[in-house]
């Protein structure tokens, strides 16, 4: 079995909305495909219509194939201190054509402000490692680990792109979605995340650093978060940048030409473009832009986010003992 999902652009790319179809009959509901968390969760019609603006809303009474997890609940934090909560039901789930008929649906009771607001958000589909799910007292497993076994291969793909739908594919690598190799590299999941070694960096055309640092590939987070070293150097090459911390980070004139960001998986290169690191404007006048590229300081290892991960093809791979992680230019 395998199957494909549009992965559609919100506003900057500050996330990438899949259609998915819970239930009998099927309610589409749009989630944001997380590969830094493990919960699918969904907005539903548990949880206050004050907390709802313009979500779709999952419905377990009408669907025929659902059934309550008794006592089973979950909640969690991401990494903007966004949070949601809920309680639980095993409901007939399908992405792109791939379909499991037992997925632990996680219905929102309580969503904190920010997610009220992301009105197209409808909640999110997470494909980290099962080990970091939050559901109690007994854990449940992600939507991939559930449809392993039944795909052509334990794995799936990102192809993500700039300012236009891509696609999360699962169980087969589309050979015509990127070009020349796929660089492979091995994943650590003790922490639960697809964390993997960055094995340097280089800005525009200076001499590429060898200089290796500890990544997670995020999908769910807009931005590049890496080394503070690395990223002062880069915005050191970026006439009128600064470290605005009122904005929250490096912003720089929204004129400037930015460099590209090459960064190494094993002995391969993949290159950022600079229009790539141009991420939104912070002023209503246009003239000051934040950056793509902003520190990981405090979080303990750099967050691969959209910003990178748009500028390859990304193979997250568990089909071996050790699962892997494949990169290729497209
Ligand atoms: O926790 C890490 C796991 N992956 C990262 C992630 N963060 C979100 C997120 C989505 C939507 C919102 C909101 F709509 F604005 F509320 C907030 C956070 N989704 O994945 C961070």
């Not at 492979?184 to 640092?213: A, P």
Request: hydrophobic content about 35%; some cysteine.
């Amino acid at each position: 079995d395998s199957g494909s999902a549009r992965a559609s652009p919100e506003q900057y790319d500050i996330q990438y909305l899949t259609p998915v179809e819970i239930g009998t009959p099927p309610q589409t509901l749009n989630l944001d495909v997380d590969s830094g968390s493990s919960d699918l969760w969904v907005f539903s019609t548990e949880m206050p219509a004050s907390s709802v603006k313009g979500q779709a809303q999952y419905d377990p009474s009408k669907s025929s194939t659902a059934k309550r997890v008794q006592d089973a609940t979950w909640n969690i934090t991401y990494g903007d201190n966004s949070y949601s909560e809920g309680i639980v039901y095993k409901d007939v789930v399908n992405v792109g054509g791939v379909s499991f008929d037992a997925q632990a649906v996680e219905a929102a009771t309580a969503v904190s402000q920010t997610f009220t607001t992301d009105a197209n958000d409808d909640g999110l589909l997470g494909l980290a490692f099962s080990t970091i799910n939050t559901v109690q007292p007994s854990q449940e497993k992600t939507f991939f680990d559930n449809v392993a076994s039944e795909l052509d291969a334990a794995l799936w793909t990102a192809d993500l792109k700039y300012h236009k739908s891509g696609c999360y594919d699962f169980g087969v690598i589309d050979d015509s979605k990127y070009t020349g190799q796929i660089t492979y590299t091995d994943v650590d999941s003790s922490d639960g995340f697809w964390m993997f070694d960055v094995s340097g960096y280089g800005i525009g055309n200076n001499t590429f650093q060898s200089t290796s640092f500890q990544g997670i590939a995020d999908t769910g987070t807009t931005l590049a978060m890496l080394p503070a070293q690395v990223v002062k150097a880069y915005y050191k090459q970026v006439r009128g940048a600064k470290l605005d911390n009122s904005q929250g980070g490096y912003v720089f004139p929204c004129q400037a030409n930015l460099p590209s960001f090459v960064y190494g998986v094993g002995n391969a290169r993949y290159e950022i473009p600079g229009q790539y690191i141009n991420y939104a404007p912070v002023d209503n006048d246009g003239t000051t832009c934040f950056g793509g590229i902003q520190s990981d300081a405090g979080i303990g290892f750099a967050i691969l986010g959209d910003i990178l991960l748009k500028s390859a093809f990304v193979v997250f791979d568990a089909s071996e003992n050790v699962p892997r992680l494949g990169f290729a230019k497209k």
